[in-house]
């Protein structure tokens, strides 16, 4: 059989099946014509995406290094990018307001995301291992953020949370476990309220 390399995504797949692309190491490109349809797949688990093994993800033949999630999209799916190292910076819409599980996972090259402020929920290790970061701020409509969120990423340096619910709603080793020191800005006095409306502190939170 002749070595895949490129993969082309039809506009009209909505989901893929858990290990759909195992073992396909020779994946080296994703190839897609419309970034909407692509935001809206639901993928079951590392192998459903094609990203795992590819790391490049094409659109109408152009690799995206710039990614702009659209107006139209509101939550980005688990699994979306993970592996897409060729991603160097990420905008995304207003209209986004949950980001999934292991949506950026090692997503090496990315060195610049902004996050809207209408996202209230960060998901699980969703950009863990994205080693190219060295800040991030964290909007304060945020309100929960899942366990190890930005797991080793080497690079951070800094984390920028604004007034609000966003640190101490997080669970277990959400913001910190770095090679680097890393120093959290502007929360002297909004990270842990002197009321009494903060219940509980996750295991490794700092």
């Keep these: 059989m002749e070595k895949m390399e490129t993969m082309p995504i039809p506009n009209s797949v909505t989901s893929v099946e858990n290990s759909a692309f195992r ?3 020779g994946l080296a490109s994703v190839h897609i014509s419309d970034i909407e349809a692509w ?8 192998d459903s995406n094609p990203l795992y093994y590819a790391h490049h993800l094409c659109k109408d033949g152009k690799e995206i290094t710039n990614l702009e999630i659209p107006e139209g999209i ?3 799916k688990q699994y979306a990018f993970r592996g897409c190292s060729g991603l160097a910076s990420v905008i995304m819409g207003d209209g986004v307001t949950s980001i999934g599980d292991y949506a950026f996972y090692d ?4 060195i610049s995301i902004e996050i809207p402020d209408s996202v209230t929920s960060i998901g699980e290790q969703a950009f ?3 080693s190219g970061l060295t800040s991030i701020e964290i909007p304060d409509g945020v309100t929960s953020i899942g366990r190890a969120a930005f797991s080793s990423c080497a690079g951070l340096t800094e984390i920028t949370v604004e007034a609000g619910n966003a640190v101490y709603h997080s ?5 910190i476990e770095t090679e680097s020191k890393t120093l959290i800005a502007g929360c002297e006095s909004s990270m842990i309220p002197a ?4 219940t509980s502190i996750g295991k490794l939170a700092f």
């Excluded at 935001?39 to 590392?46: A, L, M, R, S, Y």
């Excluded at 997503?107 to 990315?110: D, N, P």
């Excluded at 669970?171 to 913001?175: A, Q, R, T, V, W």
Aim: glycine share 6%; net charge negative.
């Design 74 to 76: 509101t939550d980005i």
């Design 39 to 46: 935001c809206k797949i639901t993928f079951g688990d590392f």
């Design 171 to 175: 669970k277990d080793n959400c913001l």
């Design 107 to 110: 997503c090496t090259g990315l």
């Design 128 to 130: 863990a291992y994205c």
């Design 195 to 198: 009321d009494d409306s903060v």
């Design 23 to 25: 073992r396909c190491e």
